[in-house]
């Protein structure tokens, strides 16, 4: 039995049913990333972690019976490699559990020893921008896996993990899953706590799941979302049972198709296919209207001002007098000021350093106003958009990237391009509301198309009853990669 | 003088709480460094902070104390900067909407009173502490987190003793509130001045330094005298001040330029991502307001309208809460509407013994219970014991915890008025001293007094010299 290309849930089933035993599942998952991830590269490959051996603590009791989970390289593991995929934090061994992992554990996961590949700090699209190199899209490795938690994605994609957590700031969970074919939440902001998930932009950032189909996004969900205190930004709302709104059932759903988002830039095979999937809903019962988003064109720049501003100071902390890399210097002939410069200089990635001179910019004084307090003011406009439209309507559904994966290298050079292909995915995490990729279909060529359901904010039962009506009317979730 | 200066205090108080403003650590002073620190304080990557409460209630009530109005919103930023002190390299602060502005603090000066704005009152936390030894520098990380209260006056002090004024006066009233220690050499009280000079008689502010590192309040009296004086020579020598921060070095009782402003940072603040906006209802913001115990001005008001004191004796009496409610006891207890007798004994030798035994001078620290000085004023009173012989029954009741009248009974003090035993005395005194006396007749009033004090002396102190004067005098005449 491949017991890799089985779901968490499947999993389960066979060793409640003795049918097999968690020992067997970390053999076939080591035995399939041997056999794949030197193509893919969805692991990190550092020293310290390179023969780390698995060792599960079995718990027969828990929820979760020992079943690994793959973490993005930037969520905090007591004792293992975090390091962002950057320099700067080589050798970083958190002293402490992000909350997220704590929960993991307590539900009686298994936290798989070698982190997922990403872009550094999570800046990129691509998975390309990481210390380590980049990691492959499963389905063609000439393509990018997307990012920034294409490592995660790819993994899941590639049968190399049973599932993963990734972190989303501005598409960094649903753009992947769209590119690797597999299922990626971001949910609503405060649903899930960010401490211990190594911050790109605070007011933004949310850690969710990647999956091979929605009931294991559910059943994830139902573990790690909740009221933290650790977090003051974490929100005190009940979570239900993810798993109950797995019903296969869009009759009467109020769907909304927001127009701005099929003009122009949209490939036309990705165009194509959301449309399919967008018929696919109303025959299964879903009432499907044109709405508008009339400020989706500014979500893109006021995004890159809000997410740099918070990035160049969350980033500051990385100057060599605690942890991760100092650069490596004559101490008697170095002044403070040098010792920064290079440090930072050396540690961080060209991306990084363009996203925090951009922050340092916009934040800095004369320019504050125009720009950050401008930026900020837009924001509540995109966010109610979505307060308007959620008045009529139960979801949205776009596109989840204007494009299929991209080849490696092709965007590199052009950060403007590379940065467009968050277009439909960044007003979700302006607003601070949930949104889903689910796989519904593939271009000719034979690359994954992901649809994104959007709710409004803490609404994850709706985008998992859209999700789970559609995926269990199509095929395309159970399409494997051949590697 | 052709000149003035205007003065503007910026005075960091760390607030008394057990735990740090965004941690559980705890803030005691003076452990093994590095000893109370999380990944939080640390600025580890990952963690976020969370606000401890009590301080927000801290800045409430002191705001509200200095008669400020406080926000119903308020909210924390990030001031951005590298610093090796800094564990994040951003310090949460607050910037435009601070928890207290538009305050005031009425303060005593030479006989006068003189009220000083309060711009604003912000919190934040504090750095970590650098140590420097040889060519390496350490960090303690222990203060990194400790909640600081930032008070900020308007520039409305005029010269150093104003300013010494407005540190007392803002120092004791925060005591009163007891939500600070306000040791300025344990840096518990940390205070920044700006200072700048203008021709008498001119509106506009000149060009102003500030002025860091002073360590005691007397250090903040001489930095800012030195500077004033410093900023007057510069001018009339034809130079011109320029805007700088500037280190007071209180070993050469000098101030020298630390950076100017064109080396200024630009912080970069912005709103605190982690840390939702915080809204106090006027209903927390009344229940705080409840807390807030009567302050030392009001204190010393009701001490001059109750107990007929006079505004110099209140004033001295009110600076400490616990002294302060230690003399009302003390007055309270002292029989008759004139209580000047015991008054007198606490801001006399009460507060020096205090100021000699205790460095911060703390009467209670005496551990003299009220009835019990009640009794040695009594005697003192009664004339059964000279004033002199009370200060040494003070210093004995000090050190053995023995009552007066014990003390008194035990070195047998009771003062001689009996005119019949003191006559033998001085009788006596009168044969042994020919001379005085002699120089006495001859109008020499001084030698009477001699002549009395051979008497005391005679009488190991015991006798009443009012007496003894009065029988010498008649006996002489």
Redesign the interface.
Known sequence: MELAKLTCHELLDLIGAGKTSLEDIFDDLRKRIGQTDHKVRAYVRNSQTENADVCPEICAQSILKGIPVTIKDNICTEGLNTECCSRILSGFRPPYDATVIRKLKEAGASIFPVKANMDEFAFGSSTENSYFGPTRNPWDVKYVPGGSSGGSAAAVAADEAVWALGSDTGGSIRQPAAFCGVVGLKPTYGRVSRYGLIAFASSLDQIGPLTKDVRDSALLTNIIAGYDPRDSTSVDVEVPDYTGALVKDVKGLRVGIPKEYFVEGIDPEVKRTVEDAIQKLKDLGGICKEISLPHTRYAVPVYYIIATAEASSNLARFDGVQYGYRSLQDKAKTSLIEMYARTRGEGFGQEAKRRILLGTFALSHGYYDAYYLRALKVRTLIKRDFDDVFKDCDCVITPTSPTPAFKINERIEDPLKMYLSDLYTISANLAGIPGISIPCGFTKSGLPVGLQILAGSFREETLFRAAYTYEQSTPWHLQKPEL | MKYEAVIGLEVHVQLKTNTKIFCGCSTEFGREPNSQVC?VC??????????NKTVLEHAVKISLALDCSVQEYTKFD?K?Y?Y?DL????QISQYDLPVGRDGFLDITVEGGEKRVGILRVHLEEDAGKLIHKD?ISL?DFNRAGVPLLEIVSRPEMYSPEEAHAYLTALKSAIEYLDVADCDMEKGSLRCDANVSIRPRGERELGTKAEVKNMNSFKGVKDALAYEIKRQIESVENGGKIIQETRLWDAKNGKTFSMRSKEEAK?Y???PE????PFVMTLENIRKIKETIPELPREKAARFIREYGLSAYDAGILVVNKKDAEYAEECMRAYPGENKKPVVNWLIGPLLSEANNRTGGGELTALGILPERLIELVGFVQAEQISNLTGKSVLTDMIDTRESAADIIKRRNLIQISDTGSLETHIEEIIKANVQSVESYKQGKTGALMFLVGQVMKKTQGKANPKVVQELLKKKLA
Not at chain 2, 42 to 51: A, E, N
Not at chain 2, 87 to 90: L, M, N, S, T
């Open positions: 990944p640390l600025g580890f990557p990952g963690v976020l902070p969370v606000l990030r951005n590298f090796p564990p994040k390299d951003f060519d960090v630009d970069r603040y912005f991502p982690d840390l939702p």
